[in-house]
């Protein structure tokens, strides 16, 4: 009797302990759903996310090099409930879910706005035009090239702004660098924009709108940037009028003399040939002039693609150039001045013989090149 009782209240004792026991597996397993469902739905990945809410949610910190999930503030308190029953209930899990609930908090932190780091954007006016002439002072090192490279404009420019026969420039002085290509001019009393204009080879419209003029109508002393402009030979910087004979025919030359002048400094050509001439006779005109462009067949495509203008039109101070004859080599020459019937004067050397200037009239001076 007393063992039947004995097994009876076992047997009972074994059902309330079964009955305990899957009572708390359906709690656990209830919370761990939902704790599944919280994290689930409340956290996304970064790619995701950037495909939901890519315009609204952008990480703050976009210098680090592994950057946090986009996360708003709902998903960082689902993430932080997830984390508190998992704390409560002693899953497993727990730690791991209170770590990510701390990330995606932390992300959330980092993603407010600091309202320290906001800048406003500046935004142009665009009724306020740029200044077409720029007053730079000259630095230690600068040189005319260098300071047309730093404002994206030819040497050429710099140096006719300026008033410069070479590249030199005095440390502290100011330097006008045009804020394009052209030519610098100063209104004359009486002048008319359009003429001036077209004098230099510029556009009247596009001089009125660079400079910022109602009009046409500019007041004497005003200076101004002709874009595009081309600065006349014997306005350049460094001109001299040249002085030479003009023989009578274009068969005929001035006294033949043996040229024993220095060559000028950059001058690469060789000796006593017509390219070593030009090059000298180019830099006393106070001239451009490359110095690495060959023999004199090849100098015309060499300047065009430098950037000088070259056409059939003679000009003081122009090279002549001609492609054939002298064995394949051509030859150069320099302008010395233009006659009121076309003709040219050239001045030269190796026309007549070696290291020998002379000079000629050429008659048909449309049938050569000019580089100017």
């Known amino acids: 009797m007393i063992s039947k009782l ?4 076992g047997a009972k004792k074994s059902r309330s302990r079964s009955r305990r026991t899957t009572t708390s597996f359906a709690i656990y397993g209830g919370l761990l759903v939902i704790l599944i469902v919280l994290v689930s739905t409340g956290y996304r990945t970064p790619d995701t996310d950037a495909q939901v809410n890519n315009a609204t949610n952008q990480s703050a910190d976009v210098s680090s090099t592994s950057a946090l999930p986009v996360v708003t503030p709902g998903e960082a308190q ?3 409930l997830a984390s508190v029953v998992a704390v409560a209930t002693n899953l497993s899990a727990a730690d791991s879910v209170a770590n990510k609930s701390v990330s995606m908090s932390a992300s959330v932190a980092l993603d407010q706005p600091d309202a320290t780091s906001v800048s406003k954007p500046q ?12 007053a730079y002072t000259v630095q230690e090192g600068d040189t005319a090239a260098t300071i047309a490279s730093k404002f994206n404009v030819s040497d050429q420019t710099v140096r006719w702004a300026n008033n410069l026969a070479s590249d030199s420039v005095t440390v502290g002085s100011t ?8 030519v610098v001019y100063t209104v004359k009393d009486g002048e008319n924009l359009n003429d001036v204009a077209t004098r230099y080879k510029s556009d009247v419209d596009s001089t009125v709108a660079l400079n910022n003029l109602t009009g046409q109508d500019v007041a004497a002393g005003t200076r ?7 600065l006349p030979t014997n306005e350049r910087p460094g001109y001299s009028a040249p002085s030479v004979s003009r023989p009578s025919s274009s068969s005929s030359s001035s006294t033949q003399v043996l040229y ?24 006393a005109l106070g001239l451009p ?9 090849t100098w015309a495509a060499y300047a065009r693609g430098a950037g000088y203008q070259v ?8 090279i002549f150039q001609t492609t054939g004859g002298w064995g394949g080599y051509g030859h150069v020459a320099i302008v010395e001045a233009v006659n009121p019937d076309g003709s040219i004067v050239v001045s030269e050397m190796n026309y007549v013989g070696w290291n020998r200037q002379s000079s000629r009239v050429v008659t048909n001076p449309s049938a050569y090149n000019f580089i100017h």
């Open 78 to 80: 689902s993430a932080n």
């Open 311 to 318: 056409d059939h039109t003679p000009s003081v101070g122009a």
């Open 224 to 230: 101004i940037l002709l874009p595009g402009g081309v």
């Open 175 to 182: 330097v006008t660098v045009p804020v394009v290509d052209g």
């Open 289 to 297: 002039v490359g110095s690495n462009w060959g023999n004199a067949s």
């Open 6 to 9: 004995f097994t009876h209240r």
């Open 260 to 283: 024993a002048a220095a060559g000028a400094s950059g001058n690469r050509y060789s000796y006593g040939y017509c390219t070593w001439y030009a090059y000298n006779r180019r830099v």
């Open 123 to 134: 935004i142009a006016d665009p009724t306020v035009s740029p200044e077409p002439l720029i």
